[in-house]
């Protein structure tokens, strides 16, 4: 791992009743608030609070639907505690009721094109912004994903959506770059982006790196049948995004991310 600052752990929440692995734990706000607690005691840096889920298959959800599943939420977790909270959402009048609530980072897996004001939206708020590569929509995402050089195409594409929104306003430092593994790639698609995530860290943006029991992981080891089964791959995965220097890496199992991420640091120091 490179000298850089240590890897930020973002917790995942999903207050959906449909995300592939945790769907429906955490719709209910009093569940959702302890678990939110427990991954901030465990270690998390920031908390990813999701109201739609984006599994392959997903349907949409609207906005009024969403903002309530999740404004409430980080309301309640800006007034308890300092920690840095992300809204993950597609759609800016969500992003705009969850900023207004204390959220700081608007984690965008259609990469500010779901609506024509997006970019606007997201200078106009001022707060971080993840622009992630996603072919097609989680509806059909998953349906025969081709490329001539996926890690090419898809550096090109994170390239044109930042410079879209510098563009429209929105400041260098307040954009991150996220690969987009899982959504619309095959296992050989998303296996030569995690080799070459130096190649997306060199672009000068804080790369976030979400890996975390993806349906990938059991396509290597078919024994990872359930979302639960896929620790390992989970954490094979964060050290490799670590070593190539993400900022921060996405996952659903915090305290043991967070144990991996220090022991390499302190084998690193050692060595």
């Not at 879209?164 to 991150?176: C, E, F, K, T």
């Amino acid at each position: 791992m490179p000298d850089a600052a240590p890897v930020r752990v973002m917790g995942i929440l999903n207050a959906t009743p449909d995300s592939f692995s945790d769907g429906g734990r955490f719709l209910d706000p009093a569940a959702a608030l302890v678990q939110a607690r427990r991954m901030a005691a465990e270690g998390a840096q920031i908390l990813d609070i999701g109201g739609e889920s984006t599994r392959p298959g997903a349907p949409a959800v609207d906005a009024g639907t969403e903002i309530e599943r999740v404004v409430p939420l980080i309301a309640a977790l800006r007034a308890e505690r300092p920690i840095t909270l992300s809204v993950d959402t597609m759609k800016p009048e969500v992003a705009r009721a969850a900023v207004a609530a204390g959220a700081d980072i608007w984690n965008d897996v259609s990469a500010l094109t779901w609506a024509p004001d997006s970019a606007e939206v997201a200078a106009e708020l001022g707060c971080q912004v993840v622009l992630m590569h996603m072919l097609g929509d989680p509806r059909t995402m998953q349906t025969a994903p081709r490329y001539e050089d996926v890690v090419g195409e898809v550096e090109a594409y994170l390239l044109a959506r930042a410079e879209a929104a510098m563009a429209a306003g929105v400041a260098r430092d307040r954009i991150w770059l996220d690969p987009g593994i899982g959504f619309g790639k095959t296992l050989a698609h998303n296996l030569a982006l995690l080799a070459r995530l130096d190649r997306f860290v060199a672009l000068g943006f804080p790369m976030l790196l979400g890996v975390s029991r993806k349906s990938f992981i059991k396509a290597i080891d078919p024994r990872a049948e359930s979302p639960g089964d896929r620790l390992g791959g989970s954490l094979a995965c964060a050290l490799a995004g670590a070593r190539a220097g993400v900022a921060a890496v996405r996952v659903h199992d915090v305290v043991e991310t967070v144990q991996a991420l220090a022991v390499a640091r302190a084998l690193q120091a050692a060595g």
